[in-house]
């Protein structure tokens, strides 16, 4: 063996035999460093003939390069060995629970009063806002019930000591609205109403919502539609029937009650078919006297006006069963009932979550 | 309004079956509530005779009979004392249920000795309460049928929800008379329902009563007959039967007249025993205080509006809607007054309302009884009076006029089309309105008849056409469609609130509704209220709020209650104040912010400034000016004096309130542990200026920003707002931003002093910063620190 060889090999040992940095930093410092034995040899180069220099130059720097190649590979695998002993004991246990978010809900009152904006919003209804604390004339004599009218005895009505009320229905707001925007009108009006009545399927605060059109030529025939084309889409099915009875309120002429006919699934009431009937809506043709209080001529102007409780459309849609708990602040019951912000009820993505 | 079925065809001949009947009643618009057969029960119950009786080998009480239920012999284990052979009663094979208990009658063994069925009281069979014995039927009731059925008991009960417009139908025959227009069979002449020759008064040899009314205006017209040498007994069976069915109890013939002919024919009467009576009976106002003892057995105080019926002595009748007990008729009655009134309907309401008394005679008066009907009502009821109580009538008597005035409508047919959406050709409307009463003349005045008080338009007409006809009828009809796509139709205030609303909901508060009014004490704990319910429906509802934090802060202590660790609850609604309705939004954090962690440790709680990041994310969402904002002071009593504030954009305009819930006030509401709260006043944001959808050009800065530490010693009742903004505008050009990012107090911190230390970016504009540039900057943010009292520290 000659002895570029034999420093070669032993060398090369030295560095497979270091297990650690340090060890193998000694081993370079003792072949590469100034001093070393193959920096020695390249030394070496200088002083010898061309032709010496020729024969010898490459196999120096070989040695010189498999040397140094050997201790970058060896520093490599020493340090990735150390990087994983110290991720081995960086070891945690995945199934640890994370940090907790908390999850917020919006109310189903709430989710159900944009999806019916979103609806009517498609059929060109806007939405209309009026005063909880109304005056008689707005809640009462303006839509044909006078005092003795023996219709206020429906209304259970809560009074302030100066003679002002709480709205027992958003029907003033059709008043407010006929009495400030020029018809053509489309709104609705949705918001909280109160009735002096309290069991387990009526509060006292309670939401409705209220439909008006006034324009030129509408009929009993568009309100039908209207209903129909607002519960199927409420309802996103095509299987929605309507019932139209003739009923009575005093501020519509003709009147009209609505059932919509469902079927009992699981003790639950599914909207759709006509095997049963359940009372959903009042509606009718604005009477020609409200619509004169309004300042409007019902010679030129008529259309028609419906309301319904939102409380109850949400019920029906989602299956809640006790009114009562709407208005609890139950955590659990909000949770259960309620919506994600992200569930924004749009047309393309469908109003129902 | 309930009725019987049988009771119905009194009045209408049709052979229409009970359902079609209540589909028709409903699709006219007389809905039909419900329809209750009492014979559903009894159909498996039948006639059947004891053919023998013998003693039970086993026990002494008990029998074994032999009884034919129209199939041969039965064995029937029997134990009352009644069964003997030859007795006919009423039989339930097995198989029946027994509509008292709902027990299943099967074959059994009783003692030893097989029963096939059951002989039935009065009272299992919830006909009575007679239970000392099994129900003994006349010796020639047909063995074998059904008992039900030869009982009479087959009549459907249907109940009606009148609307209050059709005064007309508060009575049966009003009722007949809409299904006969409907095309349900023949009204039956009136005449012929009562068996009278003709409806014209019966005429009087004695004297007439002497009635008078002196209040024309509350009792336009009072007729009256008088009645002289009747029995009053009980009433016949064929009326007792009805009133029953109907849930009313027959009381004596006398009375039992006025409610039957109240419900037949929607036409109040009264009946007065004349020896009760002293001089005139007057229709009059009441005085002021007057009292009057009535038949319900309280006593009413009356006042100057309320129209009585009084002799000379007392007040005998709350006119129109309840008689009085002192001369109500008894067994012993033998003379008898009986008045047909007309009562003037908002005169009714009013008295009614005011005295908080309903009657079966309010609710007709109220509506408006047929003015035109007091001859023909007052005939039907002496006739009965006559028939069923024998005595001798009197002279009519009759003082004021009911309001017989007729009312015409002008109308045009095409209307049926333009309002009701049907058409409906003018010969078809034309009968329909004259089979429910009205006169059509050639050219469409339309008189009304005087029992439909209501229809006063032509829209009336159109419905009384449409309701005929029928709804289905009516075609959906889309309403017109705008072009293109649907415009946005929601308002700033309303985009604000569902921005506001997504945004809690998505920072993980939960939305509730709470109730708009408040206990008075919950009302006092933020400040009282400026509106108080006159009737409230219990003293928990009395106040309007002007705050939203009280109904959360009950519902977080509801939720505590239950156990909740924590409650993070939001509201948008209104706060009613004394000027206005104001929309706002309300955050109450109770309870724990974070449980206890593997990682974080203890449970962790709420602070005031998780209660001011929530209400800076609900105005940033709902638009507001955030950097602008102030934070100062006195967000009211019930926070925390010391940890609490206003977000306020100026002086003035106060956007929030946030901050620790005062310790008292959180007591008031039994909550424990600190509790965060904050309100945030959407109405009080300033609108946004929109200009369109383009935004400004995009120029981010070519040269790259740095920042600088600046710390300062500063007195301790520096807020580090006033600090921040100072440094932050001390160079306006240079400064993009300055950020708190320390507070100490303490070694090396001399008293009364706090060490802020504030992070200030600078942004180069046109060229990199030179040292000169830097050390200006510097001198200036220094500078404006030390107008507030800071010190930059070495």
């Known amino acids: ?353 | 309004m309930k009725f019987t079925l049988s009771w119905l065809k009194e009045h209408l001949v049709t052979d229409a079956d009970v359902t079609l009947v209540a589909e028709t009643l409903t699709r006219i618009g007389l809905e039909v509530e419900s329809v209750e057969n009492p014979a559903a029960s009894l159909a498996a119950f039948r006639i059947a005779r004891v053919l023998s009786a013998a003693p039970h080998p086993q026990a002494d009480k008990l029998q074994v009979l032999s009884v034919d239920a129209g199939d041969g012999p039965l064995q029937v284990v029997c134990g009352a004392p009644n069964a003997r052979a030859g007795l006919v009663g009423v039989f339930g094979a097995p198989g029946a249920v027994v509509p008292a208990n709902g027990m299943v009658l099967k074959v059994a063994a009783i003692r030893g000795v097989e029963s096939n069925g059951m002989m039935c009281s009065t009272r299992e069979l919830e006909l009575g309460d007679d239970h000392d014995g099994i129900i003994e039927l006349a010796a020639d009731a047909p063995v074998g049928t059904s008992f039900a059925e030869w009982a009479g008991l087959d009549d459907p009960v249907i109940d009606v929800a009148i609307t209050p417009n059709r005064q007309d139908c508060m009575g049966v025959r009003g009722i007949a008379r809409d299904l006969a227009a409907a095309g349900l069979g023949t009204l039956r002449p009136l005449a012929d329902v009562y068996r009278m020759d003709s409806l014209t008064p019966v005429a009087g040899t004695d004297a007439a009563p002497d009635v008078r009314t002196d209040d024309t205006e509350g009792c336009p017209a009072f007729f009256a007959q008088a009645v002289s040498g009747v029995t009053n007994g009980a009433s016949p069976k064929w009326m007792a039967d009805k009133l029953k069915a109907i849930g009313q109890k027959p009381i004596s013939m006398l009375v039992d007249i006025t409610n039957f002919v109240s419900v037949d024919l929607g036409r109040p009467l009264h009946v007065y025993d004349r020896a009760k009576l002293s001089g005139a009976l007057v229709a009059r106002k009441a005085r002021d205080g007057e009292q009057v003892l009535a038949l319900n057995g309280k006593t009413y105080t009356l006042d100057a509006s309320m129209t009585v019926i009084a002799d000379d002595e007392i007040v005998h009748d709350i006119g129109g809607i309840m008689g009085g007990e002192h001369s109500g008729v008894s067994a012993t009655t033998t003379d008898v007054l009986i008045e047909c009134a007309y009562f003037d309907p908002a005169h009714i309401a009013r008295t009614g309302q005011k005295l908080a008394l309903t009657s079966d005679a309010r609710q007709r008066f109220e509506r408006g009884v047929d003015p035109a009907f007091l001859d023909d009502g007052l005939a039907i009821a002496t006739k009965l009076v006559l028939d069923h109580c024998g005595g001798s009538p009197s002279a009519i008597a009759r003082s004021g006029q009911p309001p017989l005035g007729k009312r015409h409508v002008a109308y045009d047919p095409a209307l049926c089309t333009g309002l009701g959406g049907v058409t409906v050709a003018p010969d078809e409307q034309k009968q329909i309105l004259e089979n429910l009463g009205f006169s059509v003349n050639s050219d469409w005045q339309v008189e009304v008849p005087s029992w439909r008080r209501d229809v006063d338009g032509p829209a009336d007409l159109v419905e009384e056409v449409v309701r005929i006809i029928g709804l289905d009828a009516v075609k959906s009809t889309p309403l017109a469609r705008t072009d293109g796509v649907a415009r946005p139709t929601a308002t700033p205030a309303q985009m604000i609130e569902r921005k506001v609303r997504r945004t809690a909901a998505a920072r993980g508060l939960n939305e509730a509704i709470t109730w708009s009014f408040l206990s008075e004490r919950e009302a006092s704990a933020i400040g009282g209220g400026a509106w108080s319910l006159a009737n409230p429906i219990s003293e928990d509802m009395k106040v309007m709020r002007t705050s939203l934090l009280p109904g959360l802060l009950s519902a977080a202590r509801r939720n505590m209650d239950r156990g909740a660790t924590s409650a993070r609850l939001f509201e948008i609604g209104r706060r009613y104040l004394a000027e206005a309705e104001r929309a706002t939004v309300g955050v109450v954090l109770a309870g724990d912010k974070a449980p206890r962690g593997w990682a974080s440790g203890k449970a962790q709680k709420f602070d005031a400034f998780d209660a001011k990041a929530e209400v800076l994310a609900l105005l940033e969402a709902a638009g507001a000016p955030i950097a602008n904002l102030q934070v100062l002071g006195e967000a009211g009593e019930h926070y925390h004096p010391g940890q609490s504030g206003t977000l306020r954009l100026g002086p003035k305009t106060i956007l929030a309130s946030f901050g620790a819930l005062h310790p008292g006030t959180a007591r008031a509401f039994d909550l424990d542990g600190p509790v965060m709260v904050a309100e945030a006043y959407l109405d009080a944001i300033p609108a946004k200026r929109t200009s369109g959808f383009m935004r400004s050009d995009y120029r981010p800065p070519a040269l790259q920003a740095l920042t600088r530490d600046f710390a300062f010693l500063v007195p301790a009742d520096l807020t580090a707002d006033a600090l921040v903004r100072a440094v932050r505008g001390a160079d306006k050009v240079n400064i993009a931003a300055a950020r708190l990012f320390d507070r100490f107090a303490g070694p090396g911190v001399p008293d009364g002093q706090l060490s802020l230390a504030i992070e200030v970016t600078l942004q180069p504009q046109e060229k990199t910063f030179a040292e000169a540039d830097l050390s200006a900057i510097s001198d200036a943010v220094v500078a404006a620190a030390a107008k507030l009292g800071a010190v930059l520290r070495g």
């Open chain 1, 1 to 353: 063996m000659t002895d570029l060889a034999k420093l070669e090999s032993e060398t090369l040992a030295a560095i497979a035999a270091a297990d650690t940095l340090d060890a193998l930093e000694t081993v370079r410092i003792a072949a590469l460093g100034k001093q070393g034995s193959v920096s020695a040899l390249l030394k070496t180069l200088g002083a010898m003939s061309p032709e010496e220099r020729q024969e010898k130059g490459p196999l120096i720097n070989g040695l010189r390069e498999a040397v140094s190649s050997a201790i970058s590979q060896k520093k490599a695998a020493l340090e990735a060995a150390l990087l994983n002993a110290r991720l081995a004991t960086e070891r945690l246990d995945m199934s640890l629970p994370a940090p907790e978010t908390p999850q917020g809900s919006v109310h189903p009152v709430s989710q159900v009063m944009d999806e019916l904006a979103e609806i009517f919003a498609d059929m060109g209804f806007a939405v209309a806002t009026g005063p909880e604390i109304e005056d008689d004339w707005h809640n009462f004599t303006a839509l044909n019930i006078p005092e003795t009218h023996p219709a206020r005895a429906m209304h259970d009505t809560f009074y302030f000591p100066d003679g002002k009320l709480l709205r027992t229905h958003t029907s003033p707001v059709q008043i407010r609205t006929m009495m400030n925007e020029e018809p053509p009108i489309r709104i609705i009006a949705p918001g909280r109403v109160y009735r002096s009545d309290s069991d387990a399927t009526h509060t006292p605060m309670f939401h409705q919502i209220e439909g008006l059109v006034i324009d030129k030529g509408i009929h009993l025939g568009h309100l039908k539609w209207t209903l129909e084309t607002f519960l199927k889409g409420f309802f996103e099915r095509d299987d929605v029937v309507l019932r139209l009875r003739p009923s009575y309120f005093p501020f519509t002429e003709p009147s009209v009650e609505v059932d919509v006919g469902y079927s009992e699934i699981n003790g639950k009431r599914v909207i759709g078919g006509s095997e049963k009937w359940m009372e959903v809506l009042g509606s009718g043709m604005v009477h020609p006297r409200v619509i004169a209080n309004c300042g409007l001529d019902p010679e030129i102007w008529q259309g028609f006006a419906f309301g319904t409780g939102v409380d109850r459309l949400a019920m029906l849609k989602y299956g809640m069963d006790d009114l009562r708990a709407f208005f609890d602040g139950d955590l659990r019951w909000l949770r259960h009932y309620g919506f994600s912000a992200l569930d924004v009820p749009t047309l393309s993505g469908g109003v129902g979550a």
